[in-house]
């Protein structure tokens, strides 16, 4: 090899890297933009988005496509100006909600959430948690019943009715499960309100996740009464800053990928 040519060859390896690390850059933006708009929730909460878009970037750089990079960035970048600062997301979010009047019922039920590995509840569970305990106490209901997730290593219910005592109240819980979804849950409820030969059951979960879940308990020929708490991440009844625009938006997408799901399942 000739000292041209080697010049040559090492100056197109140059070029070659400088587009992947091109490519790679713009892919890792297009996966921080995604994962900012909560767009991660169509490909199951994919948690290495980021780093994955970046490869796939880099590679798309070494060929001709390239500019399409420039071109998927600047949709997202667009897609979070409107989503940031204009009301359509709080019309979303917003169309997701089903609220009734609380009447006299049989039991409480509050849909399954999670806590942290040390033990504390997370906020999201302790806005139904505490949503479903005030309308116990509300006399409303006599009886609580809680929904056991497979994906949960420990005692669920134990920690519910751990801070019920706490709050000085002591309410029967009936706990059912373990369930993987929401659907999950409306079976194993259903079964056993039917046992019990229950009449109707007032529902407590966030307002964005009433729709569906409903609309699954009613397919399973329960009659619930919609109590949803409000969540203590973003104000859904009225999103106004940049931030509660964004989060309504990814549980506007989650729900409405969720409800998809499930009518393509035949669940609702």
Sequence with gaps: MTVMEETAHKTCET??????????????????LMWVLNLNVVIS????LVPVMGMI???????????????????????LLVISYTPMARWMVQRLDRQDEIENSDAVVVLASGYFENGVIAARSQDRVLHGLEL????????LVLTRPTVIVGDWPAMVEDEMHQLGED???DVVGPVRDTHDEAVVV??????RGWKRMILVTHAWH?????????????????????DSSFNERDVQTPGDRINAFGVWLHEEIGFAAYRFRGWV
């Design 15 to 32: 070029e070659r890297w400088s587009r992947f690390g091109r490519g790679f850059v713009l892919g890792a933006l297009a996966g921080t």
């Design 45 to 48: 909460y994919f948690q290495h």
């Design 57 to 79: 970037g880099g590679l798309i750089g070494l060929t001709r496509w390239r500019k399409i990079l420039w071109i998927v960035n600047a949709i997202l970048i667009g897609m």
């Design 136 to 143: 116990l106490h509300a006399g409303y209901a006599p009886r």
């Design 171 to 173: 309410y029967p819980v």
């Design 190 to 195: 259903a079964k056993l309100a039917h046992e």
């Design 210 to 230: 009433m729709k569906r879940a409903a609309a699954l308990f009613e397919k399973q020929d329960v009659k619930v009464i919609c109590a949803p708490c409000m």
